[in-house]
């Protein structure tokens, strides 16, 4: 099972032209689910739903309680912020977390949960968007907290483990993070290749402003939990994706994570392949 986290950059920059790129680099990976952060949406168009339609999959969306931070920021309240689910499968179930946050901070972050329908096993499949600010560690160690709670509301009744995808704007090496393992959920980039870039907010993405010598990070991310019976969910490979322009314009100023998961099929089955 292919499952891509992208942060697509809500309306910011050349967005039009962004989009296309977005659909390119997602139709080629052909994903299973994907969980998205920073989507747009107006009065006549969505842009999960776009891509959903572009690519054949269905969709579930959250938009945020919370938008108008966002909005000022563009000069444009008409337009709508959330995170949203593709997926090969119908969605089954469905529910959001509202993140707790200072009010000071509140602009509308969400979890959103989407079981999914695939023939052997519903799918616990969540994405989130935890609070950006530099200085609030201890704001996403509480958000962290509460996806915790989220997630075990909603794991249960399948053997498949729990995915947790999402930009949790930190380090891996930071506390927030760190408290993900205690869930119990393992971050699937432990899978990469050492040589493999790894930052997916990345300088060299023109989009990216940062000081000179700042490095790359990696703040997005794919955690899954423990496998299943006979290794269902375990990690077969994880890389980044859309780390790059397409046909010259960069889709987002993340790059995507991209993990390949067991899902009971034999390992030389291509992601996308139908019938499991």
């Not at 054949?56 to 938009?63: E, I, K, V």
């Not at 375990?234 to 994706?241: D, E, F, G, K």
């Amino acid at each position: 099972m292919r499952v891509v986290t992208w942060n697509l950059w809500w309306r910011f920059g050349p967005w039009a032209e962004r989009r296309k790129a977005i659909l390119a680099v997602l139709r080629d990976l052909d994903p299973d689910v994907v969980g998205l952060q920073e989507v747009w949406s107006t009065a006549d168009e969505n842009l999960a739903g776009w891509l959903a339609g572009e690519l054949g999959l269905h969709w579930a969306w959250a938009p945020s309680p919370a938008p108008e931070p966002w909005q000022r920021r563009i000069g444009d309240v008409t337009v709508g912020i959330g995170t949203a689910v593709l997926s090969r499968w119908p969605v089954v179930e469905r529910a959001v977390l509202r993140l707790p946050v200072p009010g000071d901070l509140d602009d509308g972050r969400l979890a959103l949960y989407a079981g999914l329908g695939a023939p052997a096993h519903r799918v616990p499949f969540f994405t989130t968007h935890l609070t950006s600010a530099s200085h609030a560690s201890a704001v996403r160690r509480g958000q962290v907290a509460a996806l915790a709670g989220f997630v075990a509301r909603h794991r249960s009744g399948t053997g498949f483990p729990p995915v947790v995808t999402g930009d949790f704007n930190a380090r891996p090496d930071t506390e927030e993070v760190r408290l993900l393992r205690t869930v119990p959920l393992l971050d699937a980039w432990d899978h990469a290749d050492p040589a493999a870039p790894r930052g997916t907010w990345d300088t060299a993405n023109p989009y990216v402003s940062r000081a000179d010598g700042e490095p790359s990070i990696r703040i997005d991310y794919v955690h899954v939990g423990p496998p299943g019976p006979g290794g269902l969910g375990a990690v077969r490979a994880v890389r980044r994706a859309g780390a790059g322009p397409v046909a010259g314009v960069w889709p987002s100023d993340h790059a995507a994570v991209v993990a390949d998961l067991d899902d009971g099929r034999p390992a030389t089955a291509a992601p996308g392949t139908p019938g499991w």
